[in-house]
């Protein structure tokens, strides 16, 4: 609501400083990413990031007239999506990145700036980019009263998935008497009401959620089959007489992104007897390794492809594996580019 204010403000600060000196004085307007390149919903959400380039355009013509300074630059553009922004501080690295590599000396941000949805986000952000050798400031422009909202409205979407979701849950866990299929959805119905309006960061797809749940379906199997053999393998290091382990700790950084398929995979690996997922940071995950061959697994990549192809469809899958992008060296160097423009959610 208020960045067209916040523009102005800016544009009127990078103006002064060059009208009144000789030095040259850069302006970037940029609007940070809350999705990958590779997002089934990235040509959604790159296409209203670079609309509102588009306008900011216009809005500069209009705030610096005929005549604007000589020694002003102005670039704009969007920022983050190449990786996966969850926390504020994931959003201010982003920022200080693009600052350094830049030499800006001073961010602006839009009063209303919230990239996550429904968690107020300015405030830590701001602390965040404190780590920075960097001034960051608000814009000092006027906004409406108004109470933080909880969350994004309710749709249909969202209370058919949360519904479809809770009554499928309370099944699972019932004997499947007629009363169970009565309580089952009375029940969904109440935690839909009440959690609609909270659910999501982003409105679900009606489209997109049964080829996943499809793909998912595919995926159990495959996962019990690798447990069951890490299974095996850990047996057999714990029952040879001179306990063959090779403890250590490595950094896996995924080709996923999203919150459900981030999750995902550090369970799955936490599942797999051998390894342990201990912390996801972006797309990068600290695991702890038992074994030598648990991690030969890990970087042959056979987890990380499955569930990007239950997440994002077949095309994700061919992605190289992260031994291919040049990780799983002995000294746990992460090296190699996971961006794929091209990947998109087709069957």
């Given at each position: 609501?208020?960045v067209?204010?916040?523009?102005?403000?800016?544009?009127?600060?990078?103006?002064?400083?060059?009208?009144?000196?000789?030095?040259?004085?850069?302006?970037?307007?940029?609007?940070?990413a809350?999705?990958?390149?590779?997002?089934?919903?990235?040509?959604?959400?790159?296409?209203?990031?670079?609309?509102?380039?588009?306008?900011?355009?216009?809005?500069?013509?209009?705030d610096?007239?005929?005549?604007?300074?000589?020694?002003?630059?102005?670039?704009?553009?969007?920022?983050?999506?190449?990786?996966?922004?969850?926390?504020p501080?994931?959003?201010?690295?982003?920022?200080?990145?693009?600052?350094?590599?830049?030499?800006?000396?001073?961010?602006?941000l839009?009063?209303?700036?919230?990239?996550?949805?429904?968690?107020?986000?300015?405030?830590?952000?701001?602390?965040?980019?404190?780590?920075?050798?960097?001034?960051?400031?608000?814009?000092?422009?006027?906004?409406?009263?108004?109470?933080?909202?909880?969350?994004?409205a309710?749709?249909?979407?969202?209370?058919?998935?949360?519904?479809?979701?809770?009554?499928?849950?309370?099944?699972?866990?019932?004997?499947?008497?007629?009363?169970?299929?009565?309580?089952?959805?009375?029940?969904?119905?109440i935690?839909?009401?009440?959690?609609?309006?909270?659910?999501?960061?982003?409105?679900?797809?009606?489209?997109?959620?049964?080829?996943?749940?499809?793909?998912?379906?595919?995926?159990v199997?495959?996962?019990?089959?690798?447990?069951?053999?890490?299974?095996?393998?850990?047996?057999?290091?714990v029952?040879?007489p001179?306990?063959?382990i090779?403890?250590?700790?490595?950094?896996?950084?995924a080709?996923?992104?999203?919150?459900?398929?981030?999750?995902?995979?550090?369970?799955?690996?936490?599942?797999?007897?051998?390894?342990?997922?201990?912390?996801?940071?972006?797309?990068?995950?600290d695991?702890?390794?038992?074994?030598?061959?648990?991690?030969?697994?890990?970087?042959?990549?056979?987890?990380?492809?499955?569930?990007?192809?239950v997440?994002?469809?077949?095309?994700?899958?061919?992605?190289?594996?992260?031994?291919?992008?040049?990780?799983?060296d002995?000294?746990?160097?992460?090296?190699?580019d996971?961006?794929?423009?091209?990947?998109?959610?087709?069957?």
């Amino acid at each position: 609501m208020t960045v067209r204010n916040t523009v102005a403000y800016a544009i009127e600060q990078a103006e002064s400083a060059a009208r009144e000196g000789q030095q040259q004085v850069s302006l970037h307007l940029v609007a940070v990413a809350s999705t990958r390149a590779v997002d089934p919903d990235a040509q959604t959400e790159l296409g209203q990031a670079k609309d509102l380039l588009d306008r900011i355009e216009v809005w500069l013509d209009e705030d610096l007239g005929a005549d604007p300074p000589s020694n002003l630059d102005i670039e704009l553009g969007v920022i983050g999506a190449d990786r996966y922004l969850f926390s504020p501080g994931d959003y201010a690295d982003a920022i200080l990145a693009y600052a350094d590599e830049h030499s800006i000396e001073r961010v602006v941000l839009d009063p209303e700036f919230n990239p996550g949805g429904t968690t107020p986000m300015l405030r830590p952000l701001e602390v965040e980019l404190v780590r920075g050798d960097i001034e960051v400031e608000t814009a000092p422009v006027e906004r409406p009263a108004r109470s933080t909202a909880l969350a994004r409205a309710a749709t249909l979407p969202k209370y058919l998935a949360i519904f479809g979701a809770s009554y499928l849950f309370y099944l699972l866990l019932s004997s499947y008497k007629p009363l169970d299929f009565l309580t089952g959805a009375i029940t969904a119905t109440i935690v839909t009401a009440l959690l609609a309006p909270i659910a999501f960061s982003r409105q679900p797809s009606l489209t997109r959620i049964p080829r996943q749940v499809a793909r998912f379906a595919m995926y159990v199997p495959y996962l019990l089959k690798e447990i069951a053999i890490a299974n095996l393998e850990i047996a057999y290091v714990v029952l040879h007489p001179s306990l063959p382990i090779d403890p250590k700790m490595v950094e896996l950084e995924a080709a996923i992104w999203g919150d459900g398929a981030v999750t995902t995979l550090a369970n799955s690996i936490t599942l797999t007897p051998g390894t342990l997922t201990v912390s996801v940071s972006e797309r990068a995950f600290d695991i702890h390794s038992l074994t030598g061959s648990a991690r030969e697994d890990l970087f042959d990549g056979g987890l990380e492809r499955a569930v990007r192809f239950v997440f994002y469809g077949r095309e994700a899958a061919a992605i190289p594996s992260p031994r291919e992008r040049g990780q799983g060296d002995d000294d746990g160097t992460v090296e190699g580019d996971i961006s794929d423009p091209e990947v998109a959610d087709d069957d």
